[in-house]
């Protein structure tokens, strides 16, 4: 009998080497899709804040995990050097109960932030971790703590103003969208007041706010005293007091920048605050020191003046979105030209100087117009509102002047036109540079007030 065309073909079943291929298959496929992690280094010495490790086979930036013995605690560094055949780590953490055979891991990526939405309102450490009590942070991205500054060429200019909803700044020192400034003060001088203020008034989307090695008194005061709720609530704070290790510090300013890109990918205008950049550049001393860089300027070594503009240059207008970036700078003395200040005030489009003679006044904000300037502001402003100001920086020019004989009595009224024009309006030109700290004052009504200051009418 013959087989019909549709009778079914014969099952072949498989043999059991066809099942030991299947198995190694599916097990290949598993190991593939698997992070692997091998132990391959070890703790030969500690010396101050540096672990030294032999092994593993890591490169600069990467992330480890340093495992204490008999106990399940670990301890994470990041890789900042390396001497003959060891490599070099400095911790994010205590080094209490760490010595010599402890495992170093790798785990082959450098540190990042998670970040999202869920991130306004609240309050992080210098690693991005929650230090509320909020609970975490859930996550719908992954941004590198170390990235690349916008392209050139790519960058939006700088066209538009940015409202901060202080009269002095709005007026005689406008800021635009996308730029960078710098608050150059000493201390005691209301710089943290002025930065809240900023805070609460401006019109921007987001704030990122640094706060990188502040007393641990002066945090909470910040937040509720100055920031205040309407603030925080569109706000993400990362905060790295004075006792953290130098590297967490920091890498709180490269969090802060990190979560402001990603705010700014988003395409939404964003006002990045860090108090203050010094800090952050004693931090980075101090991690070179402890690797054996040479001092250089004043103590500071070479890599704090390479780091600073890859820090400073992430901020800025982008290709879709923005952030500016208002970066504090404590100056030691009221020394205007030392290192750090120098070196930012290079890099910046602008800088806002806070003057310990009108602090002593109860002159507030303490904003010293005429060492002040903002590099961006007849680009973003009208026609009007930019001669206004000048007149305004003219008639302090005039007083400042003629001061001292008016002190002394010495002056006549009638001597000089200017100098009467000047000592006719000071008061009315005071009073607009004087702001409470709770007044917020519109762009808008900033500019009205401005133009009807302006003198010579």
């Not at 009998?1 to 080497?17: I, R, Y």
């Not at 290949?28 to 132990?39: A, H, P, V, Y």
């Amino acid at each position: 009998m013959t087989q019909t065309a549709d009778a079914a073909a014969p099952v072949l079943e498989k043999t059991e080497a066809d099942r030991t291929g299947d198995l190694f298959l599916a097990l290949e496929g598993r190991l593939s899709q698997t992070e692997l992690i091998r132990i391959n280094g070890r703790v030969a010495q500690v010396v101050g804040l540096v672990i030294e490790s032999q092994g593993p086979d890591v490169q600069m930036g990467d992330l480890c995990e340093v495992r204490f013995r008999n106990r399940d605690t670990i301890l994470r560094a990041e890789v900042v050097g390396f001497r003959t055949d060891r490599v070099l780590l400095m911790p994010l953490g205590e080094l209490s109960d760490i010595g010599p055979g402890c495992d170093v891991l790798s785990l082959g990526r450098p540190l990042g932030v998670n970040v999202s939405h869920a991130l306004l309102g609240r309050v992080l450490d210098g690693l991005g971790n929650p230090l509320d009590s909020l609970g975490p942070v859930p996550a719908a991205n992954y941004y590198p703590l170390m990235s690349s500054p916008p392209h050139p060429l790519r960058r939006q200019m700088v066209e538009s103003p940015l409202s901060v909803g202080v009269k002095v700044i709005d007026g005689l020192l406008t800021l635009g969208q996308g730029q960078r400034v710098g608050i150059f003060a000493g201390s005691g001088v209301g710089k943290s007041v002025l930065l809240g203020m900023m805070a609460r008034n401006t019109e921007a989307d987001v704030n990122v706010i640094a706060l990188v090695g502040e007393r641990g008194r002066e945090v909470k005061e910040f937040l509720e005293r100055d920031l205040g709720e309407e603030g925080l609530a569109r706000s993400v704070v990362v905060v790295a007091t004075s006792d953290q290790p130098p590297l967490v510090r920091l890498k709180a300013a490269l969090t802060a920048t990190a979560i402001a890109e990603y705010f700014r990918d988003e395409g939404n205008n964003v006002l990045l605050m860090m108090d203050s950049v010094t800090r952050v550049a004693m931090a980075q001393r101090d991690v070179g020191l402890a690797i054996g860089e040479p001092p250089a300027t004043r103590g500071y070594t070479p890599s704090v003046f390479a780091f600073l503009p890859r820090l400073l240059e992430r901020a800025g207008a982008g290709e879709r979105g923005s952030i500016t970036a208002i970066y504090s700078v404590l100056v030691e003395g009221d020394d205007m030209n030392e290192p750090i200040a120098d070196a930012v005030r290079g890099i910046l489009d602008g800088h806002l100087v806070l003057s310990r003679q009108l602090a002593a006044r109860y002159h507030y904000p303490s904003v010293d117009v005429q060492r002040s300037i903002s590099r961006v502001m007849s680009s973003v402003v009208s026609p009007e509102q930019n001669a206004a100001a000048g007149r305004v920086r003219e008639l302090l020019a005039i007083f400042e002047e003629a001061q001292d004989l008016i002190n002394i009595g010495a002056y006549k009224a009638g001597s000089n036109p200017k100098v009467d024009w000047a000592l006719k309006h000071l008061e009315t030109v005071d009073s607009f540079l004087r702001q409470g700290i709770g007044e917020n004052f519109p762009f808008d009504e900033t500019v009205s007030r401005l133009l009807e200051l302006a003198p010579y009418q």
